[in-house]
């Protein structure tokens, strides 16, 4: 069982396979997330709820139920998802979950993401599995239907930042497989067209980068069949999340789709007409934050209107023009009046788009918000959106910070207790962990002979230096400059020993580097670099749905698992 203090859980699932889970303090590298984690007194001013207190979930529920004002029409709203899910080929059980959102007892929790090439970084499918989790136990606290809801980013046209995807290879270098941009249009993502050519040379070198194993065939088969039937990289995420959550009732929508943009025309509205009133909210918002002695996690600007408006298929950010009451682009090389823009929002309003600040807005506008969950960053900038929510009436949701995690597998262990190295050891010494043990190896104690050696000569040669000073100014700074050259090429001897030392530990040291690869590669946290699909590939999914049907609950505690 999990165990809120808890150094670690274990799970029995039916196959009587063991799953043991160690929680660990890693320092979040958001000050103001991790101040809401451990010391929530510091941030409630920028927050509505306190996620810590048992009591948050009911009055929020409360909330809702009685005093929620803006929202969209719940039947259309099952309509879209229905629809969207269907053709992602989702499972029974997340048609059922959607169906539950006709009954207004029904609450939502929702996150998402970026549709990252393959599914991009490990920590979104960490998303999903909070998701999950969370919706689960609130279901269970209030005794009502809560279903889990996965937002994918498809509006968004920062393609950049998901065309690729990380993975480890067996030579020990992290290498990237990338898609390229398809067009050169600043589109949305769910826009871009991948072809037939693209998809099955970034699954050629997938391909190449699992080792075999007894699910790999599966998996191939799979991707290939999704990638048939994909046409962007959203559509190849949304199926590949059905695929893995489905089962868990896992709601799948697209923040693109036509039909929930046609849900959110009142909203953009509201948003147009109250645009320098938001835009007043955010910026006290940030002056708040600030105050508190937190930097801002988003760069805003005076004009910025916070929506985006797409034009000739290209995604542009709107700012305030008040000459004209209207709106342009950031050089002002084109233009629509507050008019256009509204009428849009009736005729056209797929032509709209949210940002970062109005993104949160439309999510609790368009589902009964229960709780949101965020990553570190999501949760430094929305502490920003607060005076924004309270302005048009509404209270932000209950913030859940993600789940962490990273998995290590049974040859890091093994090397890990090979060389005595702790988890803190790998995660803040390794290096110098490393250096610690070539020295041990060095029996000719070759740093401390070359050490003695230098000071030797060092010892020897001053006096004869000073001495020659004294004969001729300019013969002394000779004698320094020769002690100098000297001391260097003992130095250069001393290197050249050394690395003649590692070669003797050359598979040790690859040992040390790959553990480091494995836990922190590019000085990141594995889950924010690496595929999960290579963990997939060589142990399955029983290991993640242990953890969706395990205790386990967001605590703010970073999780390792021992596969």
């Known amino acids: 069982m999990y165990n809120q203090k808890g150094s670690y859980f274990t799970k029995k699932s039916e196959a009587a396979s063991m799953l043991k889970v160690e929680s660990i303090h890693w320092k979040s590298s958001q000050p103001l997330t991790e101040d809401y984690i451990h010391h929530y007194e510091l941030v409630e001013a920028l927050f509505d709820y306190n996620p810590w207190n048992a009591s948050s979930w009911e009055e929020r529920a409360g909330w809702l139920d009685n005093e929620r004002r803006l929202s969209a029409d719940r039947g259309e709203l099952v309509t879209a998802l229905t629809r969207y899910n269907q053709e992602i080929g989702n499972a029974p059980e997340v048609l059922n979950s959607i169906k539950l959102l006709n009954n207004e007892q029904t609450l939502c929790i929702v996150g998402g993401q970026q549709a990252g090439l393959f599914t991009g970084q490990a920590l979104v499918i960490y998303k999903a599995v909070t998701l999950i989790r969370t919706a689960k136990d609130a279901s269970a606290r209030l005794g009502r239907p809560v279903v889990p809801v996965f937002w994918i980013a498809g509006e968004d046209h920062d393609f950049d930042e998901v065309n690729h995807m990380y993975y480890l290879s067996q030579d020990a270098q992290v290498n990237k497989i990338k898609v390229e941009h398809p067009s050169g249009v600043r589109s949305s993502v769910s826009q871009l067209v991948i072809s037939e050519k693209q998809w099955e040379e970034a699954l050629e070198q997938l391909d190449a980068s699992l080792i075999p194993t007894e699910f790999k065939a599966e998996w191939m088969s799979s991707l290939r069949t999704i990638a048939s039937e994909s046409r962007s990289l959203v559509d190849f995420f949304a199926r590949v999340m059905a695929k893995l959550f489905g089962s868990h009732g896992l709601v799948v929508m697209n923040s693109d789709d036509p039909d929930l943009r046609r849900l959110e025309s009142s909203m953009f509205r509201k948003l147009l007409e109250e645009n320098k009133a938001i835009q007043a909210a955010v910026h006290n918002g940030k002056e708040k934050v600030e105050l508190k002695g937190y930097s801002s996690q988003v760069e805003l600007q005076e004009r910025n209107a916070n929506l985006f408006i797409i034009d000739g298929g290209e995604r542009i950010l709107l700012y305030a023009d008040e000459a004209s009451d209207g709106f342009t682009d950031r050089k002002r090389e084109r233009s629509y009046s507050r008019e256009q823009l509204l009428e849009w929002t009736e005729s056209a309003p797929e032509r709209l788009s949210n940002n970062v600040m109005t993104r949160p807005l439309m999510q609790d506008y368009l589902f009964p918000v229960l709780g949101t969950v965020l990553g570190p960053g999501e949760v430094a900038y929305w502490a920003l959106t607060r005076e924004v929510f309270h302005h048009l009436g509404m209270k932000m949701p209950i913030v859940v910070p993600r789940m962490e995690f990273t998995l290590l597998e049974g040859i890091v262990q093994k090397n890990m207790a090979k060389y005595g190295l702790s988890l803190e050891d790998v995660l803040y010494r390794l290096e110098e962990k490393q250096q610690e043990w070539l020295r041990e190896q060095d029996a000719l104690k070759l740093d401390e002979r070359f050490g003695l ?98 205790e386990l609950l967001p605590d703010g505690k970073h999780k390792v698992i021992y596969l």
């Open 453 to 550: 050696v230098k000071s030797q000569f060092k010892d020897n040669y001053q006096p004869l230096v000073e001495l020659i000073s004294g004969i001729n100014a300019g013969l002394g700074k000779l004698g320094e400059t020769n002690m100098g050259k000297i001391l260097e090429q003992i130095d250069f001897l001393e290197h050249k020993a050394a690395d003649a030392v590692r070669t003797q530990f050359d598979s040790s040291l690859r040992q040390f580097q790959r553990i480091g690869l494995s836990v922190l590669p590019l000085d990141k946290p594995q889950e924010r670099v690496y595929n999960i699909l290579a963990y997939l590939n060589k142990y399955g999914t029983d290991w993640l749905y242990e953890i969706l049907d395990s």
